[in-house]
């Protein structure tokens, strides 16, 4: 028997948008809802060409608004459908309540999010704004570093989702990813196929096996099913982390929830997420130890669940830590909403390494590697406890 | 690694010449990344577009301030922005017609070949060619090959056509 590994390798240029469309075909999604926005767009034209080519049989739904997107595939889930949409920025936004009655109604949705900055003022260029807003609506969101990654991911969302039953985001960089050209090596699509089987599962909507789905519920229960989200959701991060391995041994691509370099003897580290802010923290770490700091980078691959035993592990024992974000808490007490995660997940284990919080990258203002030593060399001078506006003109 | 940055204006093809140039690379094996650096969306504003190509992956996602390589589809670029800011000692030019440069120079006359043969000022393709020519950063045959993934029937031959007298054609200054 020959496995995926042994087969012909095939490897096209593809930006992270196309990556995501080549996945959602190779997982042979049956009903996609599209509207476009940038910079997602691309996304589910490519899918409309892989239909209209009858490479991929799917129902595509052109709805009026992501608010409809996301409604459309809640209901094709419901019925039993394997779903996918696409959205970034106001769209994102416009999808809000839905993405709680999503997680709510445990709705197996996968989703590709190239994260897009919010108005006003208007812009089209990338930061998180989008997809931190989305922080408590009960779905699990990976952030991806590359076109690759994209491409894996989303394949592996689906088993997760469809054995936790939850809905999971794929994020990733606006612009930097979702228009950057690199190579992808595509998966047989047979493998893909059988690494995603179909399953039954007992929230389908079945003339012959009547169910209520989206009941009222009172306060009698209304809090012990949402506690189930909060449960099901913290224990996806073990079915992430088996279904990584499991595709790892299938197509010999594995990412774990962390990706860390050169952490094993750093006394800095750096806390980053996507492709721009780790790979310019990667070529920061090399840069950095050249100049005599012991520099290491961790990218938190999965936000949501929030891998906090994980991190706090890496940070424990380093001299001190910075988080990049690319995106603003408004108003809140530690300038970015990651680095607010990473000070709790810590000091819920009475761990009090010092942190630096850094917020870059905003409307893709650009970050340079050179920011990035910068970020070790302040860690090293001693700067913690404060929020640095990297990249901002005063 | 090198590290190629395209100027242009919107409308000439110059984020599509770094992606068909980043698909001949992979093609050829290689590692490459190419993206756009869009300003406004619009015909005729200055866009500028980044290559990196290496035999290593390649992380870093900045930028790119330092070229080997600079790409420059309109003369006129010259007028309102400096697209020689940062280029390595050492670095090439490659030019949309003849333009005297301080530095290395290679030139075709990409917008007369545009207009004879695909009857538009789409300087693109012919760059293309000028690119090979002067940096044989890949090979002629893998960026006609990888033309091939983003023209298809007629557009393809003329502009595969293109490629192929602007490389003949490209010269050093």
Not at chain 1, 48 to 71: K, P, R, T
Not at chain 1, 124 to 137: A, C, E, K, Q
Not at chain 1, 303 to 309: L, Y
Not at chain 1, 322 to 333: H, K, L, S
């Amino acid at each position: 028997m020959t496995t995926a590994l042994q087969k012909a390798r095939t490897v096209l240029a593809l930006t992270s948008n196309y990556a995501a469309a080549y996945a959602v075909k190779a997982a042979d999604v049956d009903v996609v809802a599209v509207y476009p926005i940038t910079p997602q767009t691309t996304i589910v034209e490519k899918i409309a060409e892989f239909v209209d080519d009858g490479e991929l049989n799917a129902e595509l739904i052109h709805v009026e608004s992501e608010h409809s997107a996301m409604s459309a595939v809640v209901g094709a889930a419901a019925a039993g459908a394997r779903v996918f949409t696409a959205t970034s920025s106001q769209g994102l936004e416009l999808m809000h309540e839905v993405l709680h009655i999503a997680s709510g109604l445990r709705l197996p949705i996968v989703m590709a999010v190239p994260a897009r900055a919010l108005s006003a003022p208007i812009s089209i260029h990338g930061d998180y704004s989008d997809v931190m807003n989305t922080r408590d609506t009960g779905w699990i969101t990976y952030i991806a570093a590359s076109a690759q990654e994209v491409y894996d991911t989303i394949i592996q969302a689906y088993k997760v989702a469809e054995t936790v039953l939850l809905p999971a985001m794929v994020a990733y960089d606006g612009f930097l990813m979702s228009h950057t050209t690199e190579p992808v090596e595509l998966n047989d699509e047979e493998e893909v196929r059988r690494f995603l089987p179909r399953k039954d599962r007992p929230n389908v909507l079945k003339p012959e096996k009547p169910i209520t789905m989206g009941a009222f519920a009172m306060p009698d229960y209304y809090y012990e099913i949402k506690y189930q989200v909060q449960e099901a959701l913290l224990g996806s991060l073990k079915v992430i982390e088996e279904v990584d391995r499991e595709y790892g041994r299938t197509f010999g691509r594995s990412y774990g929830v962390l990706q860390t370099y050169r952490v094993e003897d750093a006394d800095y580290i750096v806390v980053a997420y996507g492709g721009a802010s780790f790979g310019n923290a990667r070529e920061a770490v090399d840069a950095a130890r050249e100049k005599g700091i012991k520099a290491g980078a961790v990218r938190l691959r999965v936000f949501r669940p929030f891998p906090a035993d994980y991190i706090a592990k890496l940070l424990a024992d380093v001299k001190a830590f910075a988080v990049v974000d690319r995106a603003i808490a408004f108003g809140g007490p530690a300038g970015g909403p990651v680095f607010a995660e990473v000070v709790t997940a810590l000091w819920m284990r009475g761990i009090d390494t010092p942190g630096l919080s850094i917020v870059h990258g905003i409307g893709q203002r650009s970050m340079y590697v050179e920011d990035f030593v910068k970020i070790f060399e302040m860690l090293k001078d001693g700067e913690k406890s404060k929020v640095v506006y990297m990249g901002l003109r005063l | 690694m090198i590290e190629i940055r395209f100027h242009g204006r919107g409308g000439q093809g110059m984020v599509t010449a770094s992606q068909v140039l980043a698909t001949a690379a992979i093609m050829e094996g290689k590692y490459a990344q190419a993206f756009p650096e869009f300003g406004p969306e619009r015909r005729g504003a200055p866009v500028k577009a980044y290559l990196r190509v290496d035999d290593k992956p390649i992380y870093k996602r900045e930028p790119i301030v330092e070229p080997d390589v600079v790409v420059v589809g309109d003369q006129s670029l010259f007028v309102s922005e400096n697209p020689l800011e940062g280029l390595k000692p050492g670095g090439v030019l490659v030019v949309n017609g003849a333009y005297k440069a301080p530095v290395k120079t290679y030139y075709v006359d990409a917008t007369s070949l545009a207009l004879k043969i695909l009857g538009k000022a789409i300087v693109n393709t012919a760059m293309i060619g000028a690119v090979v020519k002067a940096t044989g950063i890949v090979r002629l045959e893998s960026a006609l090959a990888a033309l091939g993934k983003y023209f298809t029937g007629r557009l393809y031959e003329l502009n595969a056509q293109l490629v192929k007298i602007a490389f003949d054609q490209t010269k050093e200054l």
